[in-house]
């Protein structure tokens, strides 16, 4: 199995500039969820879904942040206009509910997203 | 105030010595409890999970504690090799997927 994967893996724009990070979960996999990992906050929950169906998005920052999944295999983490305190590193996870590991969430690379 | 506290924030041990990351959290009710490895650039991987009921569990030379009743857990390094050189984070779960995570320790291996 190839993983989670996360496309770019790295991202510099400028202030003011709509950013579109992607996701592919793992394939069977019924969870996905984004996070975002800085040196002052570690990482933290955004969002997650649940067979395409977003449950939780308290986490989300602000109206710039959006993410979609239009099907199973693929989720969009929008950010726009995007501001140089969106700088981090956003990772996506996936995790399914009746696997042997039911907690167990594996997480992609991630995408180093640098605003100037 | 997080509600997960890691410490020692970073060490550095000698290849073939054994150590102790600690970590203590106010979350309650929890239903697990997780220690992640993250190597620079990467993804954390998991290394173990624990319920509420569960006091150790291992994974090679990794066994991480969990007590309860003093929202304590520590995660011991048996032997360490070069490769161990990380960020270790200790994570809550507040329900099966929502997740509080610690600040992490990093953790050098010198030879």
């Not at chain 2, 509600?3 to 290849?15: A, G, N, R």
């Not at chain 2, 054994?18 to 106010?26: F, G, H, V």
């Not at chain 2, 090799?81 to 610690?102: E, P, W």
């Amino acid at each position: 199995d190839a993983g989670v994967i996360q496309s770019p893996r790295h991202e510099v724009t400028e202030m003011g500039q709509e950013v579109t990070l992607r996701c592919k979960p793992i394939s069977g996999h019924d969870y996905l969820f984004w996070y975002r990992q800085t040196m002052m906050r570690g990482l933290e929950l955004l969002i997650y879904f649940n067979n395409n169906v977003p449950i939780d998005d308290s986490g989300m920052p602000e109206d710039r942040f959006s993410a979609k999944m239009p099907n199973a295999s693929f989720s969009t983490l929008k950010i726009q206009p995007s501001e140089p305190r969106d700088s981090a590193v956003y990772f996506c996870a996936s995790s399914y509910l009746t696997g042997s590991n039911p907690y167990e969430q594996y997480f992609g690379p991630g995408t180093r997203l640098t605003v100037t | 105030k997080n509600q997960v506290e890691q410490s020692p924030q970073s060490l550095i041990i000698l290849e073939g010595k054994n150590c102790t990351l600690q970590c203590n959290y106010t979350v309650s009710p929890f239903s697990n409890l997780r220690w992640y490895k993250q190597d620079t650039g990467r993804g954390p991987v998991s290394l173990t999970i624990m319920t509420f009921s569960e006091n150790t569990k291992s994974n090679g030379r990794y066994t991480a504690t969990l007590d309860a009743d003093t929202k304590q857990s520590s995660l011991h390094i048996t032997a360490s090799q070069l490769s161990d050189s990380a960020s270790y984070i200790c994570v809550v779960s507040l329900n099966d997927y929502k997740l509080s995570f610690g600040a992490g320790t990093t953790v050098t291996v010198r030879a």
